[in-house]
């Protein structure tokens, strides 16, 4: 299947701190999305992008889907304690999605 | 709107036994997925059904089988449960293709142990 990098892995901040996401992909996508997923809960779309270039921001989320078409990034500002969670990239073609590994998050207060 | 259900929440089978995982979407939608989630792996598709009538395999469809049975429900089953399948299985539903639609919606999961 279609593999997707999600990087990083983890990563713990401080309160306040920008973060800072990406996923990358061998192959091109139509359209690119991140989810949030808590603990014992299933993913909440975040962000919609649907054309090379886009730049789309969502309260203190912005999202960017790349050129090329084979990678996006999500950026959280001014992080706070409810942002934690497990962030999931996924790439759509053809009526398949395809997810990233996730990047867990954890705000430290 | 209820969105995208699932149920059960919770499930521990013995290997051998079968067993049928139930979703059901009320936003009209015609495609639905089932998904397992494993740690460290993201989700894997199981199978898909892009429109009522049909379905299709996705990345890891072995030991499963599914039935879109209406527009809103989109059943998973396991035959026979082995223990390489305790996982955490998600469904999901799209809006049809095209322009803004393509944005996929989950259901709240159902955790399965199989012993």
């Known amino acids: 299947g279609q593999q997707l990098n999600q990087s990083p892995q983890s990563m713990f901040i401080q309160e306040g701190e920008d973060v800072s996401m990406n996923c990358t992909s061998s192959?091109?996508?139509?359209?690119w999305l991140w989810y949030k997923q808590e603990p014992g809960e299933g993913p909440v779309l975040l962000i919609a992008l649907y054309k090379a270039g886009e730049l789309t921001s969502n309260g203190r989320l912005t999202a960017q889907f790349g050129i090329t078409r084979k990678d996006s990034f999500l950026n959280i500002s001014a992080s706070i304690p409810s942002d934690v969670g497990i962030y999931f990239c996924?790439?759509?073609?053809?009526?398949?999605?395809?997810f990233g590994t996730g990047t867990s998050l954890t705000v430290i207060p | 709107n209820a969105g995208v259900t699932q149920t059960p929440k919770f499930q521990v089978l013995k290997t051998g036994q079968s067993m049928t995982l139930q979703c059901a979407q009320d936003?009209?939608?015609?495609?639905m997925y089932w998904y397992r989630q494993d740690p460290g792996m993201g989700l894997r598709l199981i199978y898909y059904?892009?429109?009522?009538?049909?379905?299709d395999k996705g990345e890891v469809p072995n030991g499963y089988n599914v039935s879109r049975l209406n527009k809103r429900e989109f059943s998973l089953r396991l035959e026979s449960a082995a223990p390489s399948q305790t996982s955490v299985y998600f469904c999901a539903s799209t809006a049809p293709t095209g322009g803004s639609y393509n944005e996929q919606f989950f259901g709240p999961g159902t955790r399965l142990t199989v012993l």
């Open positions: 192959s091109i996508f139509n359209t």
């Open positions: 996924a790439g759509l073609t053809g009526n398949q999605f395809y």
């Open positions: 936003m009209n939608h015609n495609s």
């Open positions: 059904s892009a429109s009522e009538g049909t379905t």
